[in-house]
């Protein structure tokens, strides 16, 4: 949708589709009273005030339902909204949406509602992505740092950079177009101004890999050969039984995935057992080249072998497939080794899937190496949108730093400045082309 599309009313379902106790459609535009007023039994509606009636067409009853208005700009969207709350059957809430849009609205486009919040100024574009970002979170640690980014810590931080720089920028300005009235700002001065506006930027791009990694979560495979207890780990962590596991080799034959919430969001991997044999049926072989594949894309891989039968050739090899990689090496079985035979290791993570033994030592030291950091004490997170907005930003500020430290003209120097503005300006939606806000809002859900 283009930008400067006239605001027509659009709708949409608001919950998701399915069986549930209750249904949402809201409607924002300047025909939601008029449509509701149409097919709600209450006339008259009062904004702020819930309403409790039957929606009908014609004469016909359709559901029980609760209104919810509002007007505008007292509203999400900064427009007037309904919001219609029935009872959650699939077939209840369609019939009413297809209702509302028989008079006069239209249906809304994937995160219209926000895109509407953000162009009515009710929010900025770093909130509105922390809206996607809030719905869609895979852990409770993103959700919570979502919802900080939604109360606007990461707009006030860049506005706080964004005034430091324009303040600057000004001084020049003043100095080059009244020159007998205003003198040009010193160069300590600035050199001093953009060095503390250059440090707020690499603090906030310092927390961009942990940003990331708490974002998109970390693959783990297990890896190693068949009959070792990669299913058995594999059901362990997860804490539920996703494998089937047996005392025949090659029982996994392919590649199964599950995502575990550790503070990040993991993608666990248990992997078909790699072995090299002329025995090897076709689609085991299949299984053992996706296990390799597994392995190569993961960001961290659990290598596992029986100690109880000792570390063999074939164990060596597999090693030697991920040694490149960041992994971890599991000796599992240790029930089954013998009192006088010792199990100590260099290195290995010793546990017993059969016991328990080791499990939470494995899990500790997964945690030290997928992230060394505690999301708890983050200030906020970061997108890579806006990572590659602040990397502009710092590198035409340090243009301007260099340009001060070498005495140069300040005209010269405020082209820069100005450069570095636009890219904060980008991230909090003051400068944004329609491709861009248009390819922000497509990864929204519609209804949001």
Known sequence: MNILQEFDTITAIATPIGTGGVGVIRTSGDKSFDIIEKIFTKKNLEAGRISHGWIVDGGKKIDEVIILPFKAPNSYTGEDVIEIHCHG???????????????????????????????????????AEAVADLIHAKTRNFARQSAKNLSGVLGEKIKEIRTDIFNVLSKIIAGIDFPED?????????????????????????????SDILRQGVKIAIV??????????FNTLLNVERAIVTDIAGTTRDVLKENLDWDIAITLIDTAGIRESEDVGKVEEIGIEYSKQSAEDADLVLFMYDIAA????????ILNLIKDKKHIVIANKIDLLPESKSAAS???ILISTKTGAGIEDLKAKIKEIVYNFSPDEMEFVTNKRQQDCLEKCRENLKLALLAAQNRELQDL????????????????????????????????????
């Open 413 to 448: 120097i405020s082209i820069d400045l100005k450069s570095a503005l636009l890219y904060l300006d980008e991230i909090t939606g003051e400068v944004i082309t329609d491709e861009i806000l248009n390819n922000i809002f497509d990864h929204f859900c519609i209804g949001k």
């Open 310 to 317: 000792g570390m063999t050739d074939e164990d060596k090899t």
């Open 224 to 233: 190693g050969r068949p009959n070792v207890g990669k299913s058995s780990l």
């Open 346 to 348: 260099g290195g290995e």
């Open 182 to 210: 205003v003198a040009e700002p010193e160069y300590p001065y600035i050199i001093s101004e953009f060095e503390k506006s250059l440090n707020k930027i690499d603090k906030i791009l310092a927390g961009a890999k942990s």
């Open 89 to 127: 059957g699939i077939n209840v809430v369609r019939n009413i949406l297809d209702l509302v849009l028989k008079h006069g609205a239209r249906t809304a486009e994937r995160g219209e509602f926000t895109k509407r919040a953000f162009l009515n100024k009710k929010m900025d574009l770093s909130q």
